[in-house]
């Protein structure tokens, strides 16, 4: 074989491998009445609204699925790891939704330790299910939220992505940076985890998680 075409075989496969990667990872679909774990903060416990309207609500409407929300106010990724364990210990879980992070932006908290933790729990989330999702949180960015441009801290996609997990993206930026679906700056009314709930069902749905 020549050199040239050792250099296009190589070529060849390193693109189909890199087009793989890119490629969103399909699940089989949960039926309904799975136990979905749903781990978080305030923004998953519906702070800003009532309990009744938090977003996990809206998503186990959508879906049917027995949603377990463990959403609790002010928790960070350390937090949720100390807390995970029993989480899943007690409840059982089918799949693993998780959607943390904020409050480790808001407390300055080095991104390599924010991440390091996410690692261990998807690590932990993994070993229980293959239906393990991640909700992209905003990066922190006071002119972004002046002028209702927030986006995703880039670091949920690169994790869901070296770890074939669902990503729903833009549900938590694109309501948060809408006036009239936050109860405050970093919080969502009503009808803004309403939109969250919507918006985390079709990412879901398209990645598999829902039979259509």
Known sequence: MSGLVRFLAALLVFSVVACSRDQPVVFAPLPPGAVVLVVGDSLVAG???????????????????????????GDTTAGALERLPDLIADHRPDALIIAIGGNDFLRNVPTDVTRANLEVLIRESRATSRHVALVAIPALSLGRAAVGRLSDHEMYAALAREHELALVPSAVSDVLSREEWRSDRIHANAEGYARIAEKVAESLAAQGWVRR
């Open 47 to 73: 702070t800003g609204a009532s309990q009744a309207q938090a977003w996990p609500v809206g998503l186990a409407r959508r879906t049917r699925w027995e949603i377990v929300n463990a959403g609790v106010p």
